[in-house]
């Protein structure tokens, strides 16, 4: 089996599945404690069915949006994920790229292996950088500095990360960062000696963006990491001074209340990211199609929503943006893809959504995104 034989999120689940350790697979695939939140982010899309219009002109089509700033080729886009060099040996250049060639955009983690340079270098299609703050807040001012230089055009704030969550599949199989043998893993890499060949050939594994300031020390665990590093002092004042520093669009990803997309709106974002996280810290937080509705009706007229969270489906981008989102982002919607064959599986998975968009447009009754309404969609009981 090879990406070709893919057709959606199911396959390329299963082919990673085959391709990744399994200590890799269950990072990706794996979230907080019960995983009801990651499981609820998916099923959420079905508490709502879709109402197509009959007879209406769709000789011709149009999927195209702008979205912080830049017109994209359809209203999905490809959200940050740390490490994505872990899951693929072309990591995040693959994603960027097949990002680009789909005409969407792309965001980079502060926790990636590649840089914010070498990315900017790759293409000069729409793309966004993922800021966590750090307690050295010098890091905040420098990243700002090197998005402006490398012409990104977007930042975002992650909000929802202050501790990692409790993952506790990652304690099941005693994953480690970067990988490295350890009894536990031992037959689980021996199994995917093409991973490991792939992993141990390429490129040294480092946070490309944070190499410098961390002195290379070496980095145990995601969760040590956030724990050593990550800022709890945070507040609403930085994230307007961030705003301020940076002067271009600007998104705080995270938000899952109407009172907290309101603050965003009111320091000056240029949208909210509905988000927890792929249901990967607080388990039990609502997800973010549940609360669409309500932030949609007070502030779509203010900031650009995106919904970000179990999306598998055109048809479930569809019913988002009939509830009001401007754009749906995916990760484990990619990184399954990437890690299923590279690029090209990145890039089949972003053709096989835009046809599903297209296709449910067509079958919907709707020829442009603008014409998707709450009239579009009824709640079910
Ligand atoms: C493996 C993995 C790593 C992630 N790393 C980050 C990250 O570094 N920064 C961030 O803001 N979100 C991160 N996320 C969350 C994604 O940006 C996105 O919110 C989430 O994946 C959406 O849910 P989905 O996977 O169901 O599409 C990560 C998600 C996954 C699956």
Known sequence: MNVQHCYNFKDFRHLAQRRLPAPLFHYIDGAAEDEWTAARNTRSFDSVALLPNALADLSELDISTTLLGRKLSMPLFCAPTAMTRLFHHEGEYAVAQAAANAGTLYSLSTLSTVSIEDIGKLNDQPKMFQIYIHKDRGLTREFIERCKAANFDALC????TLVTGNRERDLQTGLVMPPRLSLKSLLSFALHPHWAWNYLTHEKFALANVRERMHNQNLLS????????FDRSVVWKDAEDIIQHWGKPFAIKGILSVADAKRAAEIGASAVMLSNHGGRQLDGCAAPFDVLPAVADVLADRLEIIVDG?????????????????ACSIGRGYLFPLAAG???????ALSLLRAEIERDMILMGCARLTDLTPEQVMRLA
């Open 342 to 348: 590279g690029q090209v599986g990145v890039e089949r």
């Open 310 to 326: 179990g999306v598998q489906r055109g048809s479930q981008v569809l019913k988002a943006l009939a509830l009001g989102a401007k």
């Open 157 to 160: 704030l992650t909000v929802d």
């Open 222 to 229: 995601v969760m040590t990491y956030v724990h050593q590093q």
